[in-house]
């Protein structure tokens, strides 16, 4: 799935010229996935080409593609799509190219039937996530998170040897472009043995991630080898934690996060496969010297040689206010998944390690990507350091933001609206990009 092949060559074009176009996410070598749905019509499987989505249950109704496609590919999920064989997910790629590509042999004004502009389309979830995981990879949001409650002990000691995690909720997760309302909750009694009180949400945050989608699953009682690994992933895609601090302040002892991230969790429409990937992968995290290395079933030399993903990642905010008065969104931060401890084969790997059967459309969240400086924190608790604390860190640099309406943020107002970008470049290949995650925050709806 790593290798490198005719679908990745930076010189290939397509006959779609939008595709060929510099600042499009979805030049002929990406080929991401999706689930879109026109008026009146049932829900189909795509793939983005410049600003079209070809539709796959019309190419297999037109003969497009080999007949063992054609059941899945006529789906109004991915699942069967992400269950197909390593192979077999390498041969549809060839052929989507193929039909895509510039001097194409297949006949164009056929191909054109099975077209359709994004901008006509409503992108729905991609899959049916039966599971959703969420975990702790950057070491950078591990220790600022870390530092904020236990200033003196940032990570507990077993955060270099186990990828952390916590089993999320899959009914609350949603596509880009839906609104939620913001949570209500118990937050925590203003003084020691105090009663608690309920609310809506007042330390509303967002969570820039990467989510992977697992591919074919494994039995109940096995296992997945690091080696294995990513032939069970099936693709990336933006994903957004929305997380309540203040109602996890309060729940998440002991057993961890609960109702402070179940209620909205939402993933850009597309799926970029992992074989699309392919010229980006990179060394995985350099652990500082001193660090201890991963327990064996979690190493191979081909995980540390090009386990990581080279991917770049930002998330603007746009306020109410900036939307009426059509401010364009502003850049909080912007970030890498090479910030990861873990490498994505590493995480599903742990994950499956007891005998955890995964399953097709399974979801993994990488955790808050976070980097070393200011600038490449992947939340508003992190920007603005606990910003919203009564009792700040000691030390700590509680710096809200200012919006350029003057409007200052410590975590999120009602209307805002917070969207993630994803791309990867680099000198020898053609840019690829993940589209958009966004979300806005509709006003509590129960004013407790
Ligand atoms: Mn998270």
């Given at each position: 799935m790593?290798?490198?092949?005719?679908t990745?060559?930076?010189?290939l074009?397509?006959w779609i010229e939008?595709?060929?176009s510099?600042?499009?996410?979805f030049p002929?070598?990406?080929l991401?996935f999706?689930?879109?749905q026109l008026l009146d019509q049932?829900?189909?499987?795509?793939v983005g080409i410049g600003?079209?989505?070809?539709?796959l249950?019309?190419c297999?109704?037109?003969?497009?593609?080999?007949?063992?496609?054609n059941d899945?590919a006529s789906?109004?999920?991915?699942?069967?799509?992400?269950?197909m064989?390593?192979?077999?997910?390498?041969?549809?790629?060839?052929r989507?190219?193929?039909?895509?590509a510039?001097?194409?042999?297949?006949?164009?004004?056929v191909?054109?039937k099975s077209?359709v502009?994004q901008a006509?389309?409503n992108l729905?979830m991609?899959?049916?996530?039966?599971?959703?995981?969420d975990f702790?990879?950057s070491i950078?949001?591990a220790?600022?998170?870390?530092?904020m409650?236990?200033p003196?002990?940032?990570l507990?000691?077993n955060?270099?040897?186990?990828?952390?995690?916590y089993?999320?909720?899959?009914s609350?997760v949603?596509?880009s472009?839906?609104?939620?309302h913001?949570?209500?909750?118990q937050?925590?009694?203003?003084?020691?043995?105090?009663?608690?009180?309920?609310?809506?949400?007042k330390?509303?945050?967002?969570?820039l991630?990467v989510?992977?989608?697992v591919?074919?699953?494994n039995?109940?009682?096995?296992?997945?080898s690091?080696a294995?690994?990513?032939d069970h992933?099936?693709g990336?895609?933006?994903l957004?934690?929305?997380s309540a601090r203040?109602?996890?302040?309060?729940e998440?002892q002991p057993?961890g996060?609960?109702l402070a991230k179940?209620?909205a969790?939402?993933i850009?429409?597309w799926?970029v496969?992992?074989?699309?990937?392919?010229p980006?992968?990179?060394r995985?995290?350099?652990?500082?010297?001193?660090?201890?290395?991963?327990?064996?079933y979690?190493?191979?030399d081909?995980?540390?040689?090009s386990?990581?993903?080279?991917m770049?990642?930002?998330?603007?905010l746009c306020?109410?206010?900036?939307n009426?008065?059509?401010?364009e969104?502003v850049?909080l931060?912007?970030g890498?998944?090479?910030n990861m401890?873990w490498?994505?084969?590493q995480?599903?790997?742990h994950?499956?390690?007891?005998g955890?059967?995964m399953?097709?459309?399974?979801?993994?969240?990488?955790?808050?990507?976070?980097g070393?400086t200011r600038?490449s924190?992947?939340?508003l608790?992190e920007l603005?350091?606990?910003?919203?604390?009564?009792n700040?860190?000691?030390?700590s640099q509680?710096?809200?933001?200012t919006?350029?309406t003057?409007?200052?943020r410590k975590?999120?107002?009602?209307?805002?609206e917070?969207?993630?970008?994803?791309?990867c470049?680099?000198d020898?290949?053609?840019r690829?990009?993940?589209?958009?995650?966004?979300?806005?925050?509709?006003?509590a709806?129960v004013?407790?």
């Amino acid at each position: 799935m790593n290798t490198l092949n005719s679908t990745h060559e930076p010189s290939l074009t397509s006959w779609i010229e939008s595709a060929n176009s510099k600042e499009t996410d979805f030049p002929i070598q990406n080929l991401p996935f999706c689930v879109f749905q026109l008026l009146d019509q049932p829900p189909a499987i795509g793939v983005g080409i410049g600003d079209q989505i070809l539709n796959l249950r019309t190419c297999a109704e037109l003969g497009l593609l080999s007949d063992q496609f054609n059941d899945a590919a006529s789906q109004t999920t991915l699942n069967a799509v992400m269950a197909m064989s390593p192979a077999d997910r390498t041969l549809l790629r060839a052929r989507l190219s193929e039909l895509l590509a510039n001097g194409t042999t297949a006949d164009k004004s056929v191909i054109e039937k099975s077209l359709v502009f994004q901008a006509n389309a409503n992108l729905l979830m991609p899959c049916h996530v039966g599971d959703y995981t969420d975990f702790y990879a950057s070491i950078y949001h591990a220790t600022n998170v870390g530092t904020m409650f236990r200033p003196t002990n940032p990570l507990l000691p077993n955060y270099k040897h186990i990828p952390i995690g916590y089993h999320g909720r899959a009914s609350s997760v949603v596509v880009s472009g839906t609104s939620f309302h913001r949570p209500v909750g118990q937050l925590s009694p203003t003084e020691e043995g105090g009663i608690p009180t309920r609310g809506p949400c007042k330390l509303l945050d967002y969570e820039l991630e990467v989510a992977m989608f697992v591919a074919q699953g494994n039995e109940l009682g096995n296992s997945i080898s690091i080696a294995d690994a990513e032939d069970h992933i099936f693709g990336m895609s933006l994903l957004n934690d929305w997380s309540a601090r203040d109602i996890q302040k309060w729940e998440y002892q002991p057993l961890g996060p609960f109702l402070a991230k179940s209620f909205a969790t939402t993933i850009s429409p597309w799926i970029v496969t992992l074989e699309a990937l392919a010229p980006f992968r990179c060394r995985e995290f350099a652990r500082p010297e001193g660090d201890p290395q991963p327990l064996d079933y979690l190493h191979s030399d081909e995980n540390s040689s090009s386990g990581g993903v080279d991917m770049k990642l930002e998330v603007f905010l746009c306020s109410e206010k900036m939307n009426q008065q059509g401010i364009e969104p502003v850049k909080l931060s912007s970030g890498n998944f090479t910030n990861m401890y873990w490498t994505i084969a590493q995480l599903l790997t742990h994950h499956s390690s007891n005998g955890c059967n995964m399953q097709s459309g399974d979801m993994l969240g990488s955790g808050t990507v976070s980097g070393l400086t200011r600038d490449s924190r992947g939340s508003l608790l992190e920007l603005t350091w606990d910003g919203a604390s009564d009792n700040p860190v000691p030390g700590s640099q509680r710096t809200p933001i200012t919006l350029p309406t003057g409007e200052e943020r410590k975590f999120l107002g009602d209307g805002d609206e917070v969207i993630l970008k994803g791309y990867c470049e680099s000198d020898s290949h053609r840019r690829i990009g993940f589209g958009t995650c966004k979300g806005k925050i509709l006003p509590a709806k129960v004013e407790a």
